[in-house]
């Protein structure tokens, strides 16, 4: 295809308005056109990754195969386009500020005066070309956090502003805005958008296509208003109406052409339009599914913020579309679970889901769930902390290690079951040690793992600090929990299970962060098969 292009995606007079599900369709519809597409994210703010960052502040932290802990809406762009992402995809100010701030204690600018502009800018710069130039990607789209007027955000827009003067037809720049719907008056208002995209052109920005995120239809003289106010072409101001599920907008934005303006914006051919045919069966499937009676599944953690639990949420999800069942993800925070109350707390669920999470709140619930549901045979998954909390239950309620604990909770116990990790990765951000990234495992044959992968050796990513201790392994073994995936490397146990129970499965790493909408991850699609039968 010759140069690589660039994609802008900015977004005006609300957070949240879903730039990375816009970001991820026009990748999705690219990527069927037969172009290579990756996808990258800018996070206006200063910490270095969202690592540090509480849950409730930010949604999850998904981590990327070479061990990057980064903003969940590079879990959109792996789910939608099924690609791996990696450090390259998520870059913060503080990335950008640490990165000058280096060269020059190096010497690197020669005595220069550092600035935001051209040394800030230029750093800005170097990073949206980086995968470009290096992995020869056809396009690469960049989505920058925020909301354009946001005093953040200036050194970002002043960075599109001069690559898309010196990239000319190979930079576009897609805004998306909000129409919003005033009751009282019975009708939609134009004006945030008008004064969203006028704030971009005060920076030196005209934006090229304008996606309108709306919960009523717009009609093709309010996109006309629009267009003719904003300066941007009829034909480039589409809606982005609110949808059943977020993987109708690729669909919806096809129907409305907008792959094929961006295309002829570029100076690229159009050509067929893609079918999009295992996409189109995947809704179709789901459709029929969201028909059906739900089952319900317990998700048991102690962030009642649907973002915090958003890789997971998803997994479940597509297990169900695939399993042609609808699964309702129902939320019970760990923190309120007590033994008087747990049986009304778990009533009527179909599985239990331990969710991961870091530090000591919430986790003596997460036992009395784990108890609960090994006692009565119900389909349980756990996942990092999740699986360490299945030991220390198993290990107090079946060893009969009451004090049994980790080392984080209790340093003094002598049966820390869940133990400081013996090898040690230094990092930054943390001040400690933690295993980030992806691993390898092993699978026994005949285990539950080795059923729902249908393979011996696999590799998933993780994000812990602590690993179960192998000097208790012979006695957990003896009383039933298997541990059934190994570390070839170092040894260390990386799922356990209860084979004498219909699904009991933990594992220490973090299986939803590579289930994707073509792909759902078999561990989730098994759970899910056993939960139906339950």
């Given at each position: 295809?010759?140069?690589?292009?660039?994609?802008?995606?900015?977004?005006?007079?609300?957070?949240?308005?879903?730039?990375?599900i816009?970001s991820?369709?026009?990748g999705?519809?690219?990527?069927?056109?037969g172009y290579?597409?990756?996808?990258?994210k800018f996070?206006p703010?200063?910490?270095i990754d969202?690592?540090t960052l509480?849950?409730?502040?930010?949604?999850?932290?998904?981590?990327?195969?070479?061990?990057h802990?980064a903003?969940?809406d590079?879990?959109?762009?792996?789910r939608f386009l099924?690609?791996?992402?990696t450090?390259?995809?998520?870059?913060t100010?503080?990335?950008?500020y640490?990165s000058v701030i280096?060269?020059e204690?190096r010497?690197?600018?020669?005595?220069?005066t550092?600035?935001?502009?051209p040394?800030?800018t230029?750093?800005?710069?170097r990073n949206?070309?980086?995968?470009?130039?290096?992995?020869?990607?056809d396009?690469?789209?960049?989505?920058?956090g925020?909301?354009?007027?946001?005093?953040e955000?200036l050194?970002?827009?002043?960075?599109?502003?001069?690559?898309?003067?010196?990239?000319?037809?190979?930079?576009?720049?897609?805004h998306l805005?909000?129409?919003?719907y005033?009751?009282a008056?019975g009708e939609?208002?134009?004006?945030?958008t008008q004064?969203?995209v006028?704030?971009?052109?005060?920076?030196g920005?005209?934006?090229?296509v304008?996606?309108?995120?709306?919960?009523h239809?717009?009609?093709a003289g309010?996109r006309?208003?629009?267009?003719l106010?904003c300066?941007?072409d009829e034909n480039?101001?589409v809606?982005s109406?609110?949808a059943s599920?977020?993987?109708?907008v690729?669909?919806?934005m096809?129907?409305?052409g907008l792959?094929?303006?961006?295309l002829?914006?570029m100076?690229?051919p159009?050509?067929?339009?893609?079918?999009?045919?295992?996409?189109r069966t995947?809704?179709e499937?789901?459709?029929?599914a969201e028909e059906?009676?739900?089952?319900?599944?317990?998700l048991?953690?102690?962030y009642?913020?649907?973002?915090a639990?958003?890789?997971?949420r998803?997994?479940?999800?597509?297990?169900?579309?695939?399993?042609?069942?609808k699964?309702?993800?129902?939320?019970?925070?760990?923190e309120d679970l007590?033994?008087?109350n747990?049986?009304q707390?778990?009533e009527g669920?179909?599985?239990?889901?331990?969710g991961?999470?870091?530090?000591?709140r919430?986790?003596?619930?997460k036992?009395v769930?784990?108890?609960?549901?090994?006692?009565?045979?119900?389909?349980t998954?756990g996942?990092?902390l999740?699986?360490?909390c299945m030991?220390?239950?198993?290990?107090r309620?079946?060893?009969?290690?009451?004090d049994?604990?980790?080392?984080?909770?209790?340093?003094?116990?002598?049966?820390?079951?869940?133990?400081?990790?013996e090898?040690?990765?230094?990092?930054t951000?943390?001040?400690g040690?933690m295993?980030?990234?992806a691993?390898?495992?092993?699978?026994e044959?005949?285990?539950?793992?080795?059923?729902?992968?249908?393979?011996e050796?696999?590799?998933?990513r993780?994000?812990?600090r602590?690993?179960?201790?192998n000097?208790f392994?012979?006695?957990y073994?003896?009383?039933?929990?298997?541990?059934?995936?190994?570390?070839?490397?170092?040894?260390?146990?990386e799922?356990v299970?209860?084979p004498?129970?219909k699904w009991f499965?933990?594992?220490?790493?973090?299986?939803?962060?590579?289930?994707?909408?073509?792909k759902?991850?078999?561990?989730?699609?098994?759970f899910?098969k056993a939960a139906?039968?339950?």
């Amino acid at each position: 295809m010759g140069e690589t292009k660039y994609i802008f995606v900015t977004g005006g007079v609300a957070s949240s308005l879903g730039k990375g599900i816009i970001s991820s369709s026009i990748g999705k519809l690219l990527q069927a056109r037969g172009y290579s597409v990756t996808i990258q994210k800018f996070d206006p703010y200063i910490n270095i990754d969202p690592g540090t960052l509480n849950p409730y502040e930010h949604g999850e932290c998904y981590v990327t195969v070479d061990g990057h802990e980064a903003d969940l809406d590079l879990g959109h762009y792996e789910r939608f386009l099924g690609i791996e992402t990696t450090k390259a995809n998520n870059i913060t100010t503080g990335r950008i500020y640490k990165s000058v701030i280096d060269k020059e204690r190096r010497g690197d600018y020669l005595g220069k005066t550092i600035q935001i502009i051209p040394h800030i800018t230029d750093e800005i710069k170097r990073n949206v070309k980086l995968l470009g130039t290096k992995s020869k990607f056809d396009f690469v789209i960049t989505e920058i956090g925020g909301t354009v007027g946001d005093i953040e955000s200036l050194p970002y827009l002043e960075s599109i502003r001069q690559l898309k003067w010196e990239l000319g037809k190979d930079a576009l720049c897609v805004h998306l805005t909000y129409v919003p719907y005033l009751a009282a008056a019975g009708e939609l208002k134009t004006k945030p958008t008008q004064h969203s995209v006028k704030e971009l052109q005060s920076v030196g920005i005209q934006p090229d296509v304008l996606v309108l995120r709306t919960e009523h239809e717009l009609s093709a003289g309010l996109r006309k208003k629009v267009a003719l106010f904003c300066n941007v072409d009829e034909n480039a101001v589409v809606q982005s109406i609110d949808a059943s599920t977020i993987y109708e907008v690729p669909l919806l934005m096809q129907a409305q052409g907008l792959d094929e303006t961006i295309l002829k914006k570029m100076g690229l051919p159009v050509g067929e339009t893609p079918e999009l045919g295992p996409w189109r069966t995947f809704l179709e499937r789901r459709e029929k599914a969201e028909e059906t009676k739900p089952i319900h599944i317990a998700l048991v953690g102690k962030y009642d913020l649907q973002d915090a639990y958003k890789s997971i949420r998803e997994a479940l999800s597509q297990a169900g579309t695939y399993n042609d069942c609808k699964v309702q993800v129902d939320f019970v925070n760990s923190e309120d679970l007590t033994n008087e109350n747990i049986a009304q707390a778990l009533e009527g669920m179909a599985g239990v889901m331990i969710g991961p999470g870091f530090g000591q709140r919430g986790i003596e619930g997460k036992f009395v769930a784990l108890k609960y549901a090994r006692e009565n045979n119900i389909p349980t998954f756990g996942i990092c902390l999740g699986m360490q909390c299945m030991a220390i239950e198993f290990a107090r309620n079946v060893l009969g290690y009451e004090d049994a604990n980790s080392r984080e909770m209790n340093e003094k116990t002598p049966h820390n079951v869940i133990d400081i990790m013996e090898e040690q990765k230094a990092i930054t951000n943390m001040g400690g040690t933690m295993r980030l990234g992806a691993y390898e495992c092993t699978l026994e044959k005949g285990s539950k793992a080795y059923e729902a992968y249908g393979t011996e050796h696999i590799q998933e990513r993780h994000r812990h600090r602590y690993e179960f201790n192998n000097e208790f392994k012979e006695q957990y073994e003896a009383a039933g929990m298997k541990c059934t995936g190994i570390n070839p490397e170092s040894g260390l146990v990386e799922i356990v299970e209860i084979p004498a129970l219909k699904w009991f499965v933990g594992t220490q790493f973090h299986p939803e962060y590579s289930s994707t909408v073509l792909k759902p991850h078999p561990l989730f699609l098994s759970f899910i098969k056993a939960a139906i039968s339950q």
